[in-house]
Nanobody, 116 residues
Framework: QVQLVESGGGLVQPGGSLRLSCAAS????????MAWYRQAPGKQRELVAS???????NYVDSVKGRFTISRDNAKNIVYLQMNSLKPEDTAVYYC??????????WGQGTQVTVSS
């Protein structure tokens, strides 16, 4: 059973930065897509950023130029570097991993709060 554990969330002032980590229990090279989602109170969960095994990235328009998804295959960790944070980035951030079999896995989430 694959386990994904997110960390790195917290309280940050507007304009600040955070780096989220998603540590996988197995090799992340076995996943063809790794992604970060977020869910704000009262809103649907949305895809924030994704990274394919071929290093193709995709971002929701609201974070383009501010967020960067990357991975360290040796450590089995996927990162989300978040810069120039805004109050509207406040949400629980989740990691998701997809296999070519169609199986997918979620982490438990990490809270990000952007407030002065």
């Amino acid at each position: 059973q694959v386990q994904l554990v997110e960390s790195g969330g917290g309280l940050v002032q507007p304009g600040g930065s955070l780096r989220l980590s998603c540590a996988a229990s197995g090799s992340i090279s076995s996943f063809y897509v790794m992604a970060w989602y977020r869910q704000a109170p009262g809103k649907q969960r949305e895809l924030v950023a994704s990274l394919t095994s071929g290093d193709r990235t995709n971002y929701v328009d609201s974070v383009k130029g501010r967020f960067t998804i990357s991975r360290d295959n040796a450590k089995n960790i996927v990162y989300l570097q978040m810069n120039s944070l805004k109050p509207e980035d406040t949400a629980v951030y989740y990691c998701r991993a997809f296999k070519t079999s169609g199986d997918y896995y979620w982490g438990q989430g990490t809270q990000v709060t952007v407030s002065s």
